[in-house]
């Protein structure tokens, strides 16, 4: 039977660095808004997309939809003592610089199918005013082979968090919205054609921006 939770010991250090410093910080520093966190199941397969303009996106996402997301992270992270073990607990996986976005996406399958919600910066950057610009197919291609219905998440104002030069993060308002679950594309089989399958998941791509956007454009 696949796994539809996170491992134990990843739900309690989640849990734990959460309520001690995250959401304190998100309610208190940045006079953090959640919206729409009813839509999120608690367990079963679930991968995230949402916006990108913030190292404290990730973060920040995990902490609003209220269950560990996964996100990856340099393979380099990996090799550091006492590092590694941590970001594994909360579920990042690594990637090589340099592998290619298939490695990824096979690393985002790989973490989906281990129990974890995982995360997907739609656009695959940052963008600087928050809002989707080119929305990459990986996360529909991902959601299709793993049949996982896709999360739309916007994240409002965390690109003001850093001005350039500076290394102290600014208390700017932060507001994030969750939207409604959209399905994966229908069939796993079919998307290593570009014909048909590319097609289906342009629609669902496009959907996922559009939610976001529409998100985003709420504002505060």
Request: proline share 8%; charged share 20%.
């Amino acid at each position: 039977m696949p796994n539809d939770r996170e491992p134990f010991i990843s739900l309690f250090l989640y849990h734990l660095f959460k309520w001690s410093v995250v959401s304190p910080a998100l309610h208190l520093y940045f006079r953090g808004r959640i919206h729409g966190a009813e839509q999120v199941p608690k367990r079963g397969r679930l991968l995230v997309v949402s916006n990108h303009a913030s190292d404290f996106d990730p973060m920040l996402l995990s902490c609003c939809v209220g269950r560990p997301v996964a996100y990856m992270a340099k393979e380099e992270l990996f090799r550091v003592p006492v590092l590694k073990q941590a970001i594994t607990a909360y579920g990042a996986y690594p990637v090589k610089r340099g592998a290619g976005d298939r490695s990824a996406m096979k690393a985002a399958i790989a973490s989906i199918e281990a129990g974890w919600a995982t995360g997907v910066f739609l656009d695959g950057t940052r963008t600087a005013d928050g809002r989707i610009q080119d929305p990459k197919l990986g996360a529909a291609w991902i959601a299709a082979k793993t049949q996982s219905p896709l999360l739309p998440v916007s994240l409002w104002g965390t690109q003001q968090i850093f001005q350039k030069g500076s290394a102290v993060p600014r208390p700017v308002p932060i507001t994030v919205r969750i939207g409604e679950l959209i399905l994966p594309p229908g069939s796993s089989d079919r998307f290593e054609l570009p014909t048909r399958g590319r097609a289906q998941l342009e629609v669902v791509t496009q959907r996922c921006a559009e939610a976001i956007n529409a998100l985003h454009d709420l504002g505060r």
